[in-house]
C-alpha cells in the first residue's frame, strides 16, 4: 500500500477545543514531548472534534516505549497503570483524568481476532495499521493535524473508508466489518462506501470467528446510530443480519421504532431496538441473549418484546393502570414503545402518545399494606399470611387503586376472616 508523506494542514485546527487545552491533557503532552518523544493525541477526540461532536475519551500516540512512558510521567508526578504493556499500552492519570498512552506500532502478525506488533518510530505506519481513514488522525498540543493517510478529506466529507486493501483489513480483525457499519451509522451522510461494502460481504465468514462480547459491543453501538436504520437496511440486504443475529430481522418493527423514537426526541435505546429487530416470540429471546451473551438487563428487555401485544389504546383506564402497576414505570414504557411499533401506528399516533405519557399523569401507587398490618388485625404468622396479601393486592388492582381507608380496611378484615 503507498503510504502518503505525512502532511501539517495548516487549517483546521483544534488550538480552541477545550478538552485539548485542559490541564490534565496538556500536562501529560507536555510530560512526553518535554523528555525528547513526540506525543500526539490520536482517533476518535480528532475525529469528533472535528465533526463538532462530543469528546469523551482522550486517546494518546507516542514515540514512547510503554517503559518511557511510565519513566517520564512518574518523573512528572502522574500515576500510571500497566494495562496492556504487551501491545504498548499504559494508562495515565493526570488530575484525575485517565489517557490511554500507547506506543507507535505495526502489526507483524493477524489472525482476524488478534494482531503481533512491534514498536515504531514511524507515523505513517502506526495509521496504516488502523481501520478506518477517519480514525488515523492525529493532533498535537497545540491543535495542529497531522493526517498520514488523507483522512481528513474524509471526515470533513462525511465519507467511512478502510485504509488501503479493504480486504486485508478485515482479515487483520473481522470485527472490523461490524466497525465498517457502525462508523458510517454515525459519521457518513450517504450510502456505505462500495468498496468497503464488497470487502465486507466477501469476508463475512469470518464474522464466525468472533467472540460474542465483541459483537454485542459492535452491534449495540451500531443500532443507537443516527443513521442505524438505513445500514441495518443495507446490512440485511446482503445477508449481515441473519449471520449475526441468529434469527430472522423484524425490518419493519425496528425502523417504526427509530421513527417514533426520533418523533418523541427521545434518546435511542440500543436495548429495545435490537428487541424490535429481532423479537418476535419467547423463544427468540432466549436464543438471542445465549448467542450474544447479553447482559442481565438486555435479556430483560427481550423477555419483554416476547409477550408484545398486551398495551393498546385500546384498553381501558383500569386495565393501564393495571399494567403500570406490574411493569414499573420503566418497563411500562418499553413495552409500550414496542407494541406501537409492532402494531404499525404511525409516530404522530396521539392515542399512543398518550398511553405512553401515563406515569406522568398518574403516579403509581404503593400497596397500603403489608405482613406486618395483617398481623396486627389479628392475622396469623406463617405462609397463609402472604397468600392473604397477594390476594387483597388482586383485588385493589382490579378495584383500580382505591385509596379508600375505610374500604381497605373492611376487604383486609374480610380476607383476614376467611382465613380463620
Not at 490534565?24 to 476518535?44: D, I
Not at 512512558?69 to 494508562?91: F, Q, R, S, W
Not at 434469527?247 to 425502523?255: C, D, I, K, M, Q
Request: proline content about 5%; some cysteine.
Amino acid at each position: 500500500m503507498a503510504i502518503a508523506t505525512e502532511v501539517k494542514h495548516a487549517l483546521p485546527s483544534l488550538k480552541s477545543a477545550a478538552w485539548l487545552a485542559a490541564e490534565p491533557t496538556q500536562r501529560l503532552l507536555a510530560s512526553l514531548n518535554g523528555r525528547g518523544h513526540t506525543a500526539r493525541v490520536v482517533g476518535g477526540a480528532v475525529r469528533n472534534a472535528l465533526l463538532g461532536r462530543a469528546v469523551a475519551d482522550i486517546d494518546i500516540a507516542t514515540t514512547a516505549t510503554p517503559e518511557q512512558v511510565i519513566a517520564a510521567t512518574e518523573a512528572d508526578g502522574l500515576k500510571t497503570v500497566p494495562t496492556g504493556l504487551k501491545h504498548g499500552t499504559v494508562t495515565v492519570i493526570a488530575h484525575g483524568h485517565p489517557f490511554e498512552v500507547t506506543t507507535l506500532r505495526h502489526d507483524v502478525d493477524t489472525d482476524g481476532r488478534h494482531a503481533t506488533v512491534a514498536f515504531t518510530d514511524d507515523w505513517a505506519a502506526d495509521a496504516s495499521r488502523r481501520d478506518l481513514t477517519l480514525n488515523a488522525l492525529y493532533c498535537d498540543a497545540d491543535g495542529t493535524i497531522f493526517d498520514p493517510l488523507g483522512g481528513l478529506d474524509d471526515v470533513l466529507a462525511r465519507r467511512v473508508r478502510f485504509i488501503g486493501d479493504a480486504h486485508q483489513r478485515i482479515r487483520e480483525d473481522y470485527l472490523r466489518i461490524l466497525r465498517f457499519f457502525r462508523f458510517t451509522a454515525q459519521y457518513a451522510d450517504g450510502a456505505p462506501d462500495a468498496t468497503g461494502l464488497d470487502a465486507t460481504v466477501a469476508e463475512r465468514d469470518g464474522l464466525a470467528r468472533l467472540s460474542a462480547e465483541r459483537v454485542r459491543a459492535e452491534l449495540v453501538r451500531l443500532l443507537a446510530a443516527p443513521r442505524a436504520v438505513p445500514v441495518i437496511h443495507a446490512m440485511a440486504a446482503y445477508g449481515m443480519l441473519t449471520a449475526i443475529l441468529s434469527v430472522a430481522p423484524r425490518l419493519g418493527v425496528f425502523e417504526r421504532l427509530a421513527a417514533i423514537e426520533n418523533a418523541l426526541g427521545l434518546v435511542s435505546d440500543a436495548r429495545l431496538r435490537l428487541a424490535a429487530l429481532a423479537i418476535a416470540v419467547d423463544e427468540d429471546a432466549v436464543r438471542l441473549a445465549q448467542h450474544l451473551r447479553l447482559s442481565s438487563d438486555e435479556r430483560n428487555v427481550l423477555v419483554l418484546a416476547g409477550g408484545l401485544g398486551t398495551i393498546s389504546p385500546a384498553l381501558d383506564t383500569r386495565a393501564l393502570h393495571g399494567a403500570l402497576y406490574r411493569l414499573g414505570e420503566d418497563r411500562y414504557r418499553q413495552r409500550v414503545l414496542l407494541d406501537w411499533a409492532r402494531c404499525g401506528a404511525p409516530a404522530a399516533a396521539d392515542a399512543w402518545r398518550q398511553i405512553l405519557a401515563l406515569p406522568a399523569r398518574w403516579p403509581v401507587p404503593k400497596l397500603p399494606f403489608s405482613g406486618r398490618d395483617l398481623i396486627a388485625r389479628g392475622a396469623a404468622p406463617g405462609p397463609r399470611l402472604g397468600e392473604m396479601l397477594t390476594a387483597f393486592e388482586a383485588w385493589w388492582i382490579a378495584q383500580d387503586f382505591p385509596d379508600d381507608r375505610a374500604l381497605l380496611e373492611a376487604e383486609l378484615d374480610r380476607l383476614i376472616g376467611r382465613a380463620r
